[in-house]
């Protein structure tokens, strides 16, 4: 079994990598239950990078999204990477292919110029420690949002930061400027 681990634009994702995508994403999110969950809807940003985790036997086992962001914090300008929409396939959770998303998405952060301040993610409270495990921290300030085009408070999921060439705040305000990931 051999295991890669690849980042493109989404821009040019092949019609093989999109219907290996849909069919993760329907594995991990069935259509029924993402008709009920809360955050349907919300207005979420679309990633502008593809992390693809692609096992030679398996196919496609996890994914993570990424983006770039202009923002603010406490009104100063900052430069922000985001991850979101992280999922594995449920037949290879705990094999560390998430991880290797995530170590993936980080190192592209980094090779970023001008380079970004830090990262940021949302997510439910049963990920918490999992992401704490590859650096990220909980933010414990507000999070603005664009909802219908108007600023909101975010409040549906935790959100977590990593220091990337600066150190991640952990209070405060952040406005990201557009919507979530």
């Not at 991990?28 to 990633?47: C, F, Q, S, T």
Request: negative net charge.
């Amino acid at each position: 079994m051999s295991l890669s681990v690849s980042l493109s634009a989404v821009d040019i994702r092949s019609d093989a990598n999109q219907q290996a995508l849909t069919g993760l994403s329907g594995m991990v999110y069935p259509p029924a239950e993402v008709a009920d969950w809360p955050g349907h809807r919300l207005e979420w940003a679309a990633p502008e990078w593809d992390v693809f985790v692609v096992d030679d036997e398996l196919g496609m086992v996890s994914y993570t999204g990424a983006i770039l962001r202009d923002a603010e914090h406490d009104g100063k300008p900052v430069h922000l990477g985001g991850v979101g929409g992280v999922k594995t396939h449920p037949d290879s959770r705990g094999r560390g292919h998430a991880a290797a998303g995530l170590r993936r998405a980080a190192e592209f952060f980094e090779t970023q110029k001008p380079p970004l301040d830090f990262a940021l993610l949302v997510c439910n409270d049963s990920l918490l420690a999992y992401y704490s495990r590859f650096g990220w921290q909980q933010f414990h300030g507000d999070l603005l949002t664009l909802q219908g085009g108007e600023p909101k408070k975010f409040g549906f999921n935790n959100v977590m930061v990593m220091d990337l060439s600066a150190k991640a705040p952990t209070t405060g305000r952040i406005d990201l400027l557009g919507p979530p990931w």
